[in-house]
C-alpha cells in the first residue's frame, strides 16, 4: 500500500518505508537491484530519494507487491514496456475519482 507523501525536495528512508508500509532493508535490497533507484546520499551516507526515485519505487512496488512479479520479472517488464509506469499513473488518478465519486455519493444519501 502507497500513501502519498507531502511534495519536497527529498524523503529520508524511512518516510519512503513508511509510505510502502515496509522495512528500510527493502527499499535498500531494491536500490541494489533496480538500477532505475539512485537516491543521493548526503555527508553522513544517508539516502535521500526524489519525487522521481519515489515514481519508480511506486512502480516496483506494483509489480513486486501488488502484482505477483519476481525480481527478474519486474525488471524484465520494466525493459520490456516503459510505459507501465503511465498505465500505474492512470490506475491511481481513476481509483482516486473512483473514491471521490463513492464519497459524493455517500455525502447525497
Request: glycine share 4%; proline share 3%.
Amino acid at each position: 500500500m502507497y500513501i502519498d507523501l507531502p511534495e519536497k525536495r527529498y524523503y529520508k528512508i524511512g518516510e519512503v518505508a513508511k509510505a510502502f508500509d515496509v522495512n528500510t532493508s527493502l527499499i535498500r535490497f531494491w536500490e541494489n537491484e533496480f538500477s532505475i533507484l539512485k537516491p543521493k546520499k548526503n555527508n553522513k551516507g544517508n539516502r535521500l530519494f526524489t519525487a522521481d526515485d519515489l515514481k519508480n519505487l511506486k512502480l516496483i512496488y506494483h509489480l513486486v507487491k501488488e502484482k505477483g512479479y519476481t525480481l527478474d520479472g519486474a525488471k524484465k517488464k520494466m525493459k520490456e514496456n516503459p510505459k507501465t509506469m503511465d498505465n500505474l499513473e492512470i490506475i491511481s488518478n481513476l481509483e482516486n475519482i473512483k473514491q471521490e465519486l463513492i464519497n459524493i455519493k455517500n455525502q447525497l444519501l
